[in-house]
Antibody, heavy 120, light 110 residues
Framework: QVQLQESGPGLVKPSETLSLTCSVS????????WTWIRQPAGKGLEWIGR?????????NPSPSLGGRVTMSVDMSNNQFSLSLTSVTAADTAVYYC????????????WGQGTLVTVSS | QSALTQPASVSGSPGQSITISCTGT?????????VSWYQQHPGKAPKLIIY???NRPSGVSHRFSGSKSGNTASLTISGLQAEDDADYYC??????????FGGGTKLTVL
């Protein structure tokens, strides 16, 4: 059974960079697409982007994320990561990492989520 | 990319069937058979219940089924049970090689 666990600071200051890591256990990161999804309190899910184990990425072009996203993989540690620059209060949310069934498919295994608050 | 359109809420009594719609465009739901549905209970991570329009992951109840017609996908839950009371989200692959979610539907089991 594949398990995912998000880790990173729970509090980030405005204008700084949010950095999260997702550790994958019970299976290899190799050959799969890995995604980040976020959910502000009381609101819906937002797909942030995906990264393949080869390093290929695709990001949400929406104005709310506006070119601030970078994702990468660390094969040696079976992890992948998210970096979101120039954060504002609007980036406060629960951030989930998840495995994609395929490049075009949905997410079958999810982490428990981690709350990131943007505040000074 | 705009979010897919779902009703904000639906309700039903135990034993009944309900259907949740998910309307997109030709750029997502209308073209691709990569629609997924997720169930989310409060404070929990979403759980995949339908993928690729009609497929159920192993372990998901046969009471959940999916379909698609034109730009609209649908999730049907038959034989409603108290444990089905949750939020439901649809998601689709898009022509931009990204994915988009619906706004979510709150299902209340009366």
């Amino acid at each position: 059974q594949v398990q995912l666990q998000e880790s990173g600071p729970g509090l980030v200051k405005p204008s700084e960079t949010l950095s999260l890591t997702c550790s994958v256990s019970g299976g290899s990161i190799s050959g799969y697409y890995w995604t980040w999804i976020r959910q502000p309190a009381g609101k819906g899910l937002e797909w942030i982007g995906r990264v393949h184990s080869s390093g290929t990425t695709s990001y949400n072009p929406s104005p709310s994320l506006g070119g601030r996203v970078t994702m990468s993989v660390d094969m040696s540690n079976n992890q992948f990561s998210l970096s979101l620059t120039s954060v504002t209060a609007a980036d406060t949310a629960v951030y989930y990492c998840a495995r994609a069934i395929s490049m075009r498919g949905g997410q079958d295994f999810w982490g428990q989520g981690t709350l990131v608050t943007v505040s000074s | 990319q705009s979010a897919l359109t779902q009703p904000a809420s639906v309700s039903g009594s135990p034993g009944q069937s309900i259907t949740i719609s998910c309307t997109g465009t030709r750029g997502d739901v209308g073209t691709y058979y990569y629609v997924s549905w997720y169930q989310q209970h409060p404070g929990k991570a979403p759980k995949l219940i339908i993928y690729d329009v009609t497929n159920r992951p192993s372990g998901v109840s046969h009471r959940f089924s999916g379909s698609k017609s034109g730009n609209t996908a649908s999730l049907t839950i038959s034989g409603l049970q108290a444990e089905d009371d949750a939020d439901y989200y649809c998601s689709s692959y898009t022509s931009s090689s990204t994915r988009v979610f619906g706004g979510g539907t709150k299902l209340t089991v009366l």
